[in-house]
């Protein structure tokens, strides 16, 4: 299996563009996460979908963030206008149904707003 | 709502000692818990899992952790580091039931010296 697949890897843009990345989940699973890394808070849960319908989105930390999943094999997080506060790594997971199954990472977009 | 603490956010060993990352948890119900390694530029990749079959957890690499309700702990353990084994390591809590999403200590950098 290829693991979660993330696009880009790395994205250098400026201030007021907006931004999107993008994840593609092990085929199969029917959770998918979206997660921001920075020095200052830790890793930190944005919004997670089950079967593509988004759960809890409490994390998503303003109107500039939305995330959608039209389908079990794709999933995009869009920031629009991004800020530099937004420099961040993203990271995207999946899982398969069970609160103990593990989470699978994808290799994470490096983010920086300039 | 579950938490976990990991005490030390940066912690040096001579290549050959014993590695010991803590990790506590708080959580109102049976918790399952996870470590996750992080190594540089790449995604979580999980070390091991807790699920309430044994208190005893072996996991990948020559790493274990031992679930104790008592201490409300889950602390890492590896009895020789390596080289290799310099990364950032992350426990991390869900609960019992409904709950899917993960919440993730602050991590603890793990050097390892000659």
Redesign the interface.
Known sequence: DAG?IQSPRHEVTEMGQEVTLRCKPISGHD?L?WYRQTMMR??E?LI?F?NNVP??DSGMPEDRFSAKMPNASFSTLKIQPSEPRDSAVY?C?S?V?G??E???????T?LLVL | AQSVTQLGSHVSVSEGALVLLRCNYSSSVPPYLFWYVQYPNQGLQLLLKYTSAATLVKGINGFEAEFKKSETSFHLTKPSAHMSDAAEYFCAVTSTGTASKLTFGTGTRLQVTL
């Open positions: 979660v959770y996460f830790g890793l849960l997670y089950n759960i809890d990271f997971a899982k149904a609160s103990q593990t989470q699978y990472f994808g290799p994470g490096r």
